[in-house]
C-alpha cells in the first residue's frame, strides 16, 4: 500500500510503501496526531519512518503502483 503524508510548511511529501493494513496506518496516524507524538512506519524494504504527529497536514493511501509484467516492443 501507499501511503503519502503531507506535512505542514514543508513543500515535499513523505512517500512511503508499506505492507502493513490500511486500517493498521490509519489507526497509528490517527493515534500520532491526537497524542502529537511521532509515528513510526516501516516501508516494505524494512525501513523505519518516523514523522512528528503534529507537523502532519494531510494523507493520501493508494494502491501500490504496479510494475508492468513482459517485454515492450517499441
Keep these: ?15 512511503i510503501e508499506t505492507e502493513e493494513s490500511a486500517e493498521a496506518v490509519e489507526a497509528a496516524i490517527a493515534a500520532a496526531i491526537k497524542d ?3 509515528l ?3 516501508d516494505a ?3 523505519k519512518v518516523l514523522v512528528a504527529g ?3 497536514a494531510y494523507v493520501e493511501f493508494g494502491a501500490p503502483a504496479q510494475r ?3 517485454f515492450a516492443q517499441g
Design 36 to 38: 502529537s507524538s511521532l
Design 54 to 56: 503534529a507537523g502532519i
Design 40 to 42: 513510526s512506519l516501516t
Design 68 to 70: 508492468p509484467v513482459g
Design 1 to 15: 500500500m501507499d501511503v503519502r503524508i503531507g506535512m505542514k510548511d514543508v513543500a515535499r511529501e513523505v512517500a
Design 45 to 47: 524494504k524494512g525501513r
